[in-house]
C-alpha cells in the first residue's frame, strides 16, 4: 500500500542517487517548492519537469520554511503529508524536506542537469539558476497553469464555511 514512501529520502540518499544516475548518462531534474494543498497546477507541473529529463527530485519546503515565505497560517498541510502526496505520484522519482528559506546550498550541493521554475518566475529571480548554468546545465521555466492556485483554493474553502 505505501510502496512509494521510499521515495521520501534525505538529502544525502538524494545526492549519492544522482550521482550513480548521472554515471549512467541519466539527466536529473530538480524542482522545489511547497506543495501546500497539492492540485492540477502542481501535478501538470511537476509531470512536464519529468519529461524533461531521466529523474525527477522535488525538495519539498518544510514547515517553517513556509511559514516564513506564506506566513504564519500556512502550510495547510503538514510536511510529512505534503512529501506523502508527492511521492504517490508516478512522475516524481525522489522527495526530500528542505528547512532554508530558499534551495541555493541544495542546488551547489546535488548539481542537477535540468533547473525547473514554473513560467511566473523569471530566470534572473530563479535561485540557482547561475550555480547551474556554470556547471554546465540548463535552467527551464514551466508555463504557469492559470486557474489552480493554493492560496485561491483556500479562500475558496474559507467562504464555503464563513
Given at each position: 500500500?505505501?510502496?512509494?514512501?521510499?521515495?521520501?529520502?534525505?538529502?544525502?540518499?538524494?545526492?549519492?542517487?544522482?550521482?550513480?544516475?548521472?554515471?549512467?548518462?541519466?539527466?536529473?531534474?530538480?524542482?522545489?517548492?511547497?506543495?501546500?494543498?497539492?492540485?492540477?497546477?502542481?501535478?501538470?507541473?511537476?509531470?512536464?519537469?519529468?519529461?524533461?529529463?531521466?529523474?525527477?527530485?522535488?525538495?519539498?519546503?518544510?514547515?517553517?520554511?513556509?511559514?516564513?515565505?506564506?506566513?504564519?497560517?500556512?502550510?495547510?498541510?503538514?510536511?510529512?503529508?505534503?512529501?506523502?502526496?508527492?511521492?504517490?505520484?508516478?512522475?516524481?522519482?525522489?522527495?526530500?524536506?528542505?528547512?532554508?528559506?530558499?534551495?541555493?546550498?541544495?542546488?551547489?550541493?546535488?548539481?542537477?542537469?535540468?533547473?525547473?521554475?514554473g513560467g511566473d518566475w523569471?530566470?534572473?529571480?530563479?535561485?540557482?539558476?547561475?550555480?547551474?548554468?556554470?556547471?554546465?546545465?540548463?535552467?527551464?521555466?514551466?508555463?504557469?497553469?492559470?486557474?489552480?492556485?493554493?492560496t485561491n483554493l483556500i479562500?475558496?474553502?474559507?467562504?464555503?464555511?464563513?
Open positions: 500500500m505505501e510502496e512509494y514512501r521510499y521515495k521520501i529520502r534525505h538529502l544525502e540518499e538524494t545526492k549519492k542517487e544522482c550521482g550513480r544516475l548521472k554515471t549512467l548518462g541519466k539527466r536529473i531534474v530538480f524542482t522545489n517548492g511547497c506543495f501546500d494543498i497539492l492540485h492540477p497546477g502542481h501535478t501538470r507541473y511537476l509531470c512536464a519537469a519529468r519529461e524533461l529529463g531521466d529523474y525527477l527530485v522535488v525538495a519539498v519546503n518544510s514547515d517553517r520554511s513556509v511559514r516564513a515565505i506564506k506566513g504564519p497560517k500556512r502550510p495547510v498541510l503538514a510536511e510529512e503529508v505534503r512529501a506523502e502526496l508527492l511521492a504517490a505520484l508516478s512522475f516524481v522519482d525522489s522527495i526530500f524536506i528542505f528547512d532554508d528559506d530558499d534551495p541555493l546550498k541544495i542546488i551547489q550541493h546535488l548539481l542537477p542537469d535540468i533547473l525547473v521554475k523569471e530566470e534572473q529571480d530563479i535561485i540557482g539558476a547561475d550555480v547551474v548554468k556554470e556547471a554546465g546545465g540548463v535552467v527551464k521555466r514551466i508555463p504557469f497553469v492559470t486557474g489552480f492556485s493554493t479562500q475558496e474553502i474559507l467562504t464555503l464555511f464563513s
